[in-house]
């Protein structure tokens, strides 16, 4: 994985955004929420490389991520799909300094993570900063990607 590949990762799902076309769900996040979540995460994430290339210890936790109170402030703040794929994109290029940033050291530091999925805690364990990245980028991407999708009519 290099920044190249990691900007590039997002570019579809920012596409989706500006295309637009979501119909509310009748259970679940909306197309904004899925997008505010998706930057939020993002820029948390780049908050914790930064700071232990900084030599910091910082945690993990996705709560503001997840929470949909803060996402709904986020999302009116982007001003609406096309902002929030601007929002996307700007987390995206952050996150790729960040990986950019890090050395063998760094990337393997341990970050205390705490992860929730749908009101679920599903990881409370350290995780390498690396893996952290490298699973936001893939997995955690290519699930909202497909929540985005299964939004359209």
Avoid: C
Wanted: no cysteine; proline share 5%.
């Amino acid at each position: 994985m290099d920044q190249g590949t990691i900007e590039s990762a997002y570019a579809p799902f920012a596409a989706a955004l500006r295309e637009g076309g979501f119909e509310a769900p009748a259970d679940g996040w909306p197309a904004e929420l899925v997008a505010a979540h998706v930057s939020r995460n993002n820029d948390l994430i780049s908050e914790v490389a930064e700071r232990v290339v900084a030599g910091g210890q910082p945690t993990y936790d996705n709560g503001a991520a997840v929470d949909e109170a803060e996402l709904r402030t986020f999302a009116d703040r982007a001003g609406g799909l096309s902002g929030l794929a601007a929002f996307v994109e700007a987390s995206a290029r952050r996150l790729a300094r960040a990986w950019g940033a890090l050395d063998e050291t760094s990337g393997g530091y341990m970050v205390p993570a705490v992860i929730v999925d749908s009101g679920r805690v599903v990881r409370d364990a350290p995780i390498a900063l690396s893996s952290l990245i490298e699973g936001n980028v893939s997995f955690h991407l290519d699930m909202h990607l497909e929540q985005l999708k299964a939004l359209r009519p």
